[in-house]
């Protein structure tokens, strides 16, 4: 993809030292500007609330992932002018999963003239309940539509600004589900999930939101050791 400038910001809290060193030198090597942001959580000590909806304590762990989220939105509102990738650090991804992500994102909003929202990931919670469904056809994958996602997903600048508000009041306060301000934006837009998928999350992956159907993994993680 010579006609496509990437950038990768990468937002970095307590790390060890080592792997740190392995990030950079495989930024590196990869060629695309990139930086690493070492995340400050204090910076956010009076935009975070230090409850919860339900009126819990917010723990250490849970205040720094809220910071990184908050410090992500930032980041991708100041540097970036078009598609924005925010992804987890927990997901093996397929190597085409980039491009097919791209592809499919500037056939279908061509086709309908509208932005929408991408999700890598096929979670399995999706097929935990009957529901109505739509199915795009993308650049090698079919699409589906739906309601509920994790944070790792992809959608336009324009978006980003038109949801701005709702996406900061998610790093404001921890929401139940944590997800919930990011479902209410998927019911004025669309979003769409491969299948099969294009990445796996590597959770628990013997809960709801782990292992794909239909997903390979073992064969995906060997074609990837460096």
Not at 9 to 32: C, Q, R, T
Not at 71 to 91: M, P
Request: hydrophobic share 35%; glycine share 2%; net charge negative.
């Amino acid at each position: 993809m010579k006609n496509i400038s990437f950038r990768i910001h990468l937002i970095d809290h307590n790390s060890d030292p080592i792997d740190l060193e392995v990030i950079k030198k495989k930024l590196i090597k990869s060629g695309i500007v990139h930086n690493i942001i070492n995340l400050n959580t204090s910076d956010f000590k009076n935009k975070i609330s230090n409850t919860n909806q339900k009126n819990e304590t917010v723990s250490e762990n849970m205040f720094a992932l809220l910071s990184s989220i908050y410090k992500s939105f930032l980041v991708a509102r100041e540097n970036c002018d078009d598609l924005i990738y925010f992804v987890e650090d927990d997901y093996l991804h397929q190597k085409e999963a980039i491009s097919e992500m791209i592809f499919t994102y500037e056939r279908i909003s061509s086709q309908f003239n509208k932005d929408f929202i991408i999700c890598p990931t096929d979670y399995p919670f999706l097929y935990n309940k009957i529901e109505n469904t739509q199915i795009f056809l993308g650049s090698k994958r079919h699409w589906r539509t739906t309601k509920e996602t994790l944070l790792t997903f992809m959608l336009s600048r324009k978006l980003i600004e038109k949801y701005w508000a709702s996406l900061i009041k998610m790093c404001e306060i921890e929401h139940s589900p944590f997800e919930k301000p990011l479902h209410k934006i998927y019911e004025n837009e669309l979003c769409l999930s491969p299948i099969p998928s294009l990445a796996m999350h590597c959770t628990n992956i013997n809960s709801v939101f782990g292992l794909s159907p239909n997903y390979d993994w073992k064969k995906n993680w060997e074609e990837n050791i460096d």
